[in-house]
Nanobody, 119 residues
């Protein structure tokens, strides 16, 4: 069974940075297609960024392109999301997700970590 545990959320001011971590167990991150999603109050969960399993491109939502960087550390079995130049509209619960499939929906989800950006 794959388990994903996020950490690194918090309260920051606009313009500051945060790095989220997603520690995986049960499978190696190098064997999973992984992604970050977020859900703001009153809104649906939305895609933020994804890291391919083997082949393919790293993808970003237009709203975070140029500010956020997704990366993976195979030795630590951890996925990261470096968030720079944070804006109040980035405030949300951020979720890590994983899949054994190369496409389609994600099967495994973390519990989420809160990110709050004050203006």
């Amino acid at each position: 069974q794959v388990q994903l545990v996020e950490s690194g959320g918090g309260l920051v001011q606009a313009g500051e940075s945060l790095r989220l971590s997603c520690a995986a167990s049960g499978r190696t991150v190098s064997s999973l297609r992984m992604g970050w999603f977020r859900q703001a109050p009153g809104k649906e969960r939305e895609f933020v960024a994804s890291f391919p399993w083997t082949f393919g491109n790293i993808l970003y939502a237009d709203s975070v392109k140029g500010r956020f960087i997704i990366s993976r550390d195979n030795a630590k079995n951890t996925l990261y999301l470096q968030m720079n130049s944070l804006k109040p509209e980035d405030t949300a619960v951020y979720y890590c997700a994983g899949s054994l499939a190369t496409g389609g929906s994600y099967r495994y989800w973390g519990q989420g970590t809160q990110v709050t950006v004050s203006s």
